[in-house]
């Protein structure tokens, strides 16, 4: 990036500069770095979710403010629940996102090698050794906060003999689960991660790209610091939960030798929704049961999800930047992140005539056989987007809501005897109704007023209801999914008892008689639209057939959202 558009960029977040870009200003003016290089390390065993879109945005943006770097790194230091599903879904979610790494995908097991030569250094240094104890007994040895450690009986054993078992663990001659190397740190230290952690485990696992060339594998705590300065990270920016293990991170930085320029890491909080799901965990649990229609359900906030629904990467950057930077854990509502999308496509999408629940009007005064154009904006605000034709004819169909034998006070859609306006069309007057053999309204019967054309009052007259409508020949039929949030909001995420999820079982209405414009209908994939009256739609990527669309309510037009003034 040019030195311009950088400092441009710095100079738009100018007056509300986070705490990151405060401790980054400094490093810099400093001398403490002469570049910002961030990364994103997601461990590859599910989708990314919104909460990730944060890390991603965060770091990556960094990276184009400073003019530096970003690096998407796969965590796959885990061979088990590790899955190339995962890591192409991930690619294609950062991509989407908008983040730029540079287009080189970066794996922590490429560094497998430089960790072992790591480990043998510490050994030579005295500052590891090979741990006889199992897994229960370390936990035992470990202490309490309140009770210091109790040291491990091999803490002494000789550089030479550490050298020979660690040799014989990577050589595959010991069994998963019997021999540990761990660091020789401080077993009575305040800090728990201090006291003589885990470096590396035994486990015999064939890994997605490094096959069985290994069966060592190290632990976060040693193979993540490493990463980042093998890579030349300047600032690792992880969420809360890591502050305590910083000083493990700079530990294993300094004593592995990466004294010039160390990497530095910087914890934020973590972006919690309130009455969402977004914990790997329990969406997986999700998809595994068959609640949900896979990883991309439009009603969850994975970042596939998201884009399924219709969300749009400018939306969800736009929602980040609202949520700010802090040190301290806050939760989020998700009406705000729907605010986002609304306010980025009331201008972008065009506003078009769809009818839901279909009913028939029939226009008795109306010629047989006629038809006329009627021309209508694509948008009312945006002038440029130009306007469409639209038939007009006898038999038109409206929203079955929009018409009601007995209405209640303040109803001013169609009764018999009212008199609304057909959006853009005319005055009409219901005069009678039929029912089906089951006793359901089935047509509504009216007259219109042929002066009244374009929706004019022709004499001053008024009429308090306008509604949508769309022509009975023209329409075309299509399925319309409507969402609620897959939790049950009363009850809150977890169920208190065995900490299951509290589903909402209404979260998916699927309505397959939808009619909609021919110019809906013909959509490209993943259009987006506002039906008038209706919400935000977008045509699904996955379920939509070329003569059998499928639009998702990304979100409906009102909100009582309103946007907090920042401190
Ligand atoms: P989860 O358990 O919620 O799926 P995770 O932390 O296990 O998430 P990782 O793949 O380990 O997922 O995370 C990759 C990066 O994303 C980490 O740097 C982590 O700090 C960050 N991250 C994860 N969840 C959030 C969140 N809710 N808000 C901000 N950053 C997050
Ligand atoms: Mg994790």
């Known amino acids: 990036m040019d030195e311009e558009r950088t400092g441009e960029l710095r100079e738009e977040r100018g007056a509300s500069r986070n705490f990151i870009e405060t401790y980054i200003d400094k490093d810099l003016e400093d001398g403490v770095y002469d570049t910002v290089c961030t990364r994103f390390p997601p461990e590859p065993n599910g989708f990314l979710h919104i909460g990730h879109a944060k890390s991603i945005l965060l770091n990556s943006g960094l990276a184009e403010e400073y003019g530096g770097k970003f690096n998407l790194r796969f965590d796959d230091t885990n061979p088990v629940k590790e899955k190339s599903e995962y890591m192409d879904a991930i690619v294609r979610d950062v991509t989407w996102l908008g983040a730029d790494f540079g287009g080189k995908i970066l794996y922590a097991s490429d560094y497998f090698e430089l960790m072992y030569e790591c480990a043998v250094k510490l050994i030579k240094a005295g500052k590891a050794y090979v741990s006889e104890l199992s897994a229960d007994e370390i936990k035992e040895y470990r202490g309490t906060l309140t009770e210091p450690g109790k040291n491990d009986p091999s803490r002494e054993r000789p550089v030479e003999e550490n050298l020979e078992l660690f040799t014989k663990m990577r050589s595959g001659e010991v069994p998963d689960g019997t021999m540990t190397l761990r660091a020789k740190i401080d077993m009575a230290s305040p800090n728990i991660n201090m006291r003589d952690p885990i470096l590396y485990r035994v486990a015999h ?34 969420t809360l939960e890591f502050e305590d293990h910083r000083p493990l991170y700079d530990w294993v930085v300094r004593e592995c030798g990466f004294v010039d320029k160390p990497p530095r890491q910087i914890e934020f909080a973590k972006l919690f929704l309130n009455n969402v799901v977004t914990g790997k965990r329990y969406i997986k649990k999700l998809v595994d049961d068959g609640i949900v229609d896979g990883w991309d359900d439009p009603r969850l906030v994975t970042i596939a999800a998201l884009r399924r629904r219709g969300y749009t990467p400018a939306s969800i950057r736009k929602f980040v930047e609202l949520c700010g930077v802090s040190k301290s854990n806050a939760v989020t509502d998700l009406a705000m992140l729907e605010y986002c999308i609304r306010e980025d496509l009331k201008e972008k999408a065009p506003r078009l005539m ?12 109306y010629p047989e056989g006629q038809t006329e154009k009627i021309t209508i904006e694509n948008n009312r605000d945006v002038p440029e987007m130009g306007k469409r034709e639209v038939t007009f004819s006898k038999e038109l169909y ?10 209640p006070k303040k109803y001013f859609r169609l009764y018999p005897g009212n008199e609304v306006r057909l959006m853009n069309a005319y005055f009409v007057r219901c005069t009678d109704f039929e029912r089906d053999a089951v006793g359901n309204v089935s ?20 009429v ?21 949030n897959i939790i049950n909001e009363e009850l809150g995420v977890y169920n208190k008892e065995d900490g299951s999820l ?20 013909d ?19 996955k379920d939509s057939k070329p003569d059998a669309p499928v639009f998702n309510r990304i979100v409906s037009l009102k909100s009582s959202f309103v946007l907090p003034s920042r401190a």
């Open 443 to 462: 047509v509504v019967h009216c007259t219109y007023d042929p002066e009244s054309r374009g929706g004019e009052s022709p004499d001053g007259r008024k």
């Open 502 to 521: 509290n589903l909402n079982p209404h979260s998916e209405e699927i309505l397959e008689d939808a009619m909609v414009e021919p110019a809906i209908a």
């Open 354 to 365: 769809a009818v839901l629940r279909p009913l028939k009007l029939v226009i008795d005064n």
């Open 398 to 407: 409206i929203e079955r809501d929009d018409f009601m034998e007995e209405p």
């Open 464 to 484: 308090k209801g306008t509604i949508h409508w769309l022509s009975a020949a023209d329409a075309r039929r299509c399925t319309v999914r409507l969402y609620e």
């Open 523 to 541: 959509a490209d994939e993943d259009a987006r639209f506002q039906f008038v009256r209706n919400g935000f739609f977008c045509r699904d990527s």
């Open 205 to 238: 696992l064939s890994h997605p790209r490094t096959g069985d060339k290994w069966c060592i594998y190290p632990m976060y705590d040693f193979a993540h610091p490493l990463e980042d300065a093998a890579e030349g990270i300047t600032h690792s920016i992880c």
